[in-house]
């Protein structure tokens, strides 16, 4: 059975600082990854989504890697904004079915202006 | 397009009656997800419908819970009876159904059973 765990599950910073959100995942058949933001009571906004056969995404000011071999992936948020406050989500969608995600614990960010 | 579109968005309920969750999905998505969010367990699928046929139920907790989708642009997802523990956010969402496409979710309902 799939397992994500993402860490740290809280974090605050100082605005501007760069910084990097880890996801970990046991079964490394996996079909996709995708990170969310979801901002308190309310939905998932999904941010990025990573293929099995890419290493990375980007998106403005947000980056994410994957290592299938590891079983890793990161998200890097650069120059960060009290905006960016918010919980992000890893999820990985199996090699049948790559849609029916498996999510991890989350990560809560705070920038601090 | 609107996007996914749940109602109601809040629900409060007493022990023992049926609660009726509805989604929209967006139009043209082939696939369609059920999710649930807690504190404790955070987020897990409940079921998985393509083309409108449900795929995989493995997440659904036990009998109390069903879901239909009738057609390609309308779904619920029922609780009878319903118990405090079913407390919790309850997500639907949709994706085109073709590979490596993007999972987009709707507000979510929050239910809250007493």
Redesign the interface.
């Known amino acids: 059975k799939q397992e994500v765990t993402q860490i740290p599950a809280a974090l605050s910073v100082p605005e501007g600082e760069n910084l990097v959100l880890n996801c970990s995942f046991t079964d490394s058949a996996i079909?996709?990854l995708?990170w969310?933001r979801q901002d308190p009571?309310?939905?998932?906004?999904?941010l990025l989504?990573i293929?099995?056969s890419q290493r990375e995404q980007t998106s403005g000011r947000l980056n994410a890697s994957l290592d299938k071999s590891s079983g890793r992936s990161t998200l890097y948020i650069a120059a960060s904004q009290p905006g960016d406050s918010a919980t992000y989500?890893c999820?990985v969608g199996p090699i049948n079915?790559?849609?029916?995600?498996?999510?991890?614990?989350?990560t809560r960010l705070m920038v601090k202006p | 397009d609107a996007g996914?579109i749940q109602s109601p968005r809040h629900e409060v309920t007493e022990m023992g009656q049926e609660v009726t969750l509805r989604c929209k999905p967006i139009s043209g998505h082939n696939?369609l997800?059920w999710?649930r969010q807690t504190m404790m367990r955070?987020?897990?699928?409940l079921i998985?419908f393509n083309n409108n046929v449900p795929?995989?139920d493995s997440g659904m907790p036990e009998d109390r819970f069903s879901a239909k989708m009738p057609n390609a642009s309308f779904s619920t997802l029922k609780i009878q009876p319903s118990e405090p523990r079913d407390s919790a956010v309850y997500?639907c969402?949709s994706?085109p159904?073709h590979?490596?496409?993007?999972?987009?979710?709707?507000?979510?309902t929050?239910l809250t059973v007493v």
Do not use: P, W
Request: net charge negative; no cysteine; aromatic share 18%.
């Open positions: 079909y996709n995708q969310f009571g309310k939905g998932l906004t999904s989504l293929q099995s989500l999820a079915a790559g849609n029916m995600l498996t999510f991890g614990g989350g | 996914v696939s997800f999710y955070g987020l897990e699928l998985y795929i995989d997500f969402a994706s159904g590979a490596n496409t993007e999972a987009f979710f709707g507000q979510g929050r």
